[in-house]
Nanobody
Framework: QVQLVESGGGLVQAGGSLRLSCAAS????????ICWFRQAPGQERECVAT????????YYADSVKGRFTISRDNVKNTVYLQMNNLKPEDTAVYHC???????????????WGQGTQITLSS
């Protein structure tokens, strides 16, 4: 199983920016399909951004499109989530996860990081 470690969360004012990092183990990192999920209290887990493929395909949920950017560094075995113009509704625990196929369904992802909290102050 792939080991994942997230970092970069914290408290930020609305309109601010944060960059999350997800460091992964394993030699086949460039082949991983990785999604950033988030889960707010009382809500279902949501896949907000996915990256996959040699050509670096990406997917964004409508709720973050135009504000969040997912990218990967295959030398550092790390995936990033750059989050700009953050809103109070972005408050959640953010997890990165690795799956074997492109999907926005959490059940299709096998390895998960421990999560990092992002809290927005208005």
């Amino acid at each position: 199983q792939v080991q994942l470690v997230e970092s970069g969360g914290g408290l930020v004012q609305a309109g601010g920016s944060l960059r999350l990092s997800c460091a992964a183990s394993g030699r086949a990192f460039s082949n991983y399909i990785i999604c950033w999920f988030r889960q707010a209290p009382g809500q279902e887990r949501e896949c907000v951004a996915t990256i996959w493929g040699i050509g670096v395909s990406t997917y964004y949920a409508d709720s973050v499109k135009g504000r969040f950017t997912i990218s990967r560094d295959n030398v550092k075995n790390t995936v990033y989530l750059q989050m700009n113009n953050l809103k109070p509704e972005d408050t959640a625990v953010y997890h990165c996860a690795v799956g074997s196929k492109y999907s926005t369904n959490a059940d299709d992802y096998d390895s998960w990081g421990q999560g990092t909290q992002i809290t927005l102050s208005s």
